[in-house]
């Protein structure tokens, strides 16, 4: 054997065990499908925070609840993210008040049931993915440890059969099972840091939607009582203040 022109990256790859190749195959796929993923979630998460935003900014700049279904049902029969919780709870909120007879205790709850099913789907679409990026940052670096171990046990076998042994003919060997090592490390650290990442992004979109799934509630429950006649007379000699700045919109 050449040791000489075969030291090269590709070369120790090439020369490699059968074991050894295909454990590198599957870090290579590993990486490759992690990259798919991350770039997916990044444009998922980014359009999610641009929508949430943009809604916000509707929401809060006062008019009718109506517009803002209608302005809703323009993004599509299936809106994404913070206008699909809008539209879930406003439609129970139509229903309620359809059916007639409803209480006034029961249309809030529901109201809040609805748009807890669509945070629950939201979530689990904009999770989707992660828990294969935490499975990849995890074991990446143990399949390739176990390429390693065995290229190295390989080499020393291969050691033991010859009469003069030395360095030179057992590095080749060692080199070749260290790129296993360095091939789970590339796989398992992006996979890792863009866990971690889209973790503190998801948690950040879960609790921007769930303080508006409660200043939806409040809402709710003011334009509710405002139709009690004793509540609309108390309102009327003490109107509560409203921030200028965050006008809710009129049921």
Do not use: C, H
């Amino acid at each position: 054997m050449n040791i000489t022109t075969n030291m090269s990256l590709w070369g120790l790859v090439l020369q490699a065990s059968p074991l050894v190749k295909a454990v590198l195959v599957i870090l290579l796929l590993a990486s490759i499908a992690s990259w798919v993923v991350i770039f997916a979630k990044r444009r998922l998460m980014k359009k999610t925070v641009k929508e949430m935003e943009w809604f916000e900014d509707r929401f809060w700049s006062g008019g009718n609840v109506k517009d803002i279904y209608e302005e809703t049902l323009r993004l599509g029969d299936n809106p994404r993210g913070m206008p699909a919780l809008f539209k879930a709870g406003y439609e129970e909120l139509r229903r309620q008040r359809n059916q007639g007879g409803a209480e006034a205790q029961d249309i809030v709850p529901s109201v809040q049931r609805a748009m807890r099913v669509v945070l629950s789907r939201e979530l689990e679409r904009l999770e989707s993915g992660l828990a294969f990026l935490a499975t990849v940052g995890s074991i990446s670096p143990y399949v390739g440890l176990f390429g390693t171990v065995w290229g190295i046990m390989s080499a020393f076998i291969g050691l033991g059969n010859v009469e003069q042994a030395s360095l030179a003919m057992v590095a080749p060997g060692i080199a070749e099972a260290l790129i296993a090592t360095a091939m789970g490390l590339f796989a398992a650290i992006p996979a890792v840091v863009a866990y971690n990442y889209f973790s503190s992004r998801l948690d950040f979109i879960e609790n921007r939607f769930q303080t508006f799934m409660e200043e939806m509630a409040g809402i709710v429950e003011r334009g509710v009582a405002s139709a009690n006649p004793v509540t609309r007379e108390r309102r009327a000699r003490k109107p509560e203040p409203v921030e200028p700045a965050r006008t809710a919109p009129e049921l």
